[in-house]
């Protein structure tokens, strides 16, 4: 429902005013600058130093964010989601079981106030596939903030793949915009994606679950 543009981070750190002809902004997943330092470090840290305040005014006008697997390690070291890097009372770190991850898991929202989440009725299954997605916080104080102020917007259901605190999948802010996780919707948009699409009898171009989180994003702005 939306037209989408792929546009460098060069390019915005450039020219940030571009971002103001957009509605919608997504940070995808993958390895930005290779890893080098930290899964989303030098991304993270050329947001904070060169795009703090395009973002913040992204924010401020109603537009969502949405950040993927390396793009939610983004947005959490910026100053777009709680805890992150003005507190630094919440983290993504290494796998509790310290190696890549790749399988298919179930989230379950739990919270209405994301607006990338607010209409799942149903238990999300789609994959994962990271090395460095295990929530971390400081203490038990800090997982209750989250959760009693609506920051935890989904958590694993069946298993939890990382270690994550409280089966963190992903986070949102106090607005409920900028929405960030770990697990890839987007890799589950149609049937066919699925492993077992053809022994559920699936039309392969049929729309599949994942889908319906952009699908909320685009609606958000309308």
Known sequence: GASAK????RRLLESPKELERFQILAIPGGFSYGDDIAAGRILADQCNRQLADPLRDFV?????????CNGFQVLLQTALLPGGALSGKVALADNALPRFQDRWVTLERQTDHCVWTKNLTEP????????????????????EQLRTDGHVALTYTDENPNGSAGNIAGLT??????????????RYVTAAQHPAWTRRNDKPDAE?????????GVAAVR
Not at 6 to 9: A, E, G, L, T
Request: glycine content about 10%; proline content about 9%; aromatic content about 4%.
């Open 6 to 9: 792929r546009v460098h981070i």
């Open 60 to 68: 401020s006008a109603s537009k969502p964010i949405i950040g993927v």
């Open 124 to 143: 999300l299954e789609v994959p994962i596939a990271h090395g460095e997605g295990r929530v971390a916080v400081t203490d038990d104080a800090t997982l």
């Open 173 to 186: 802010d106090a607005t409920g915009l900028v929405f960030g996780l770990m697990p890839h919707p987007e």
């Open 208 to 216: 599949a679950p994942g889908l319906s989180i952009f699908r909320a």
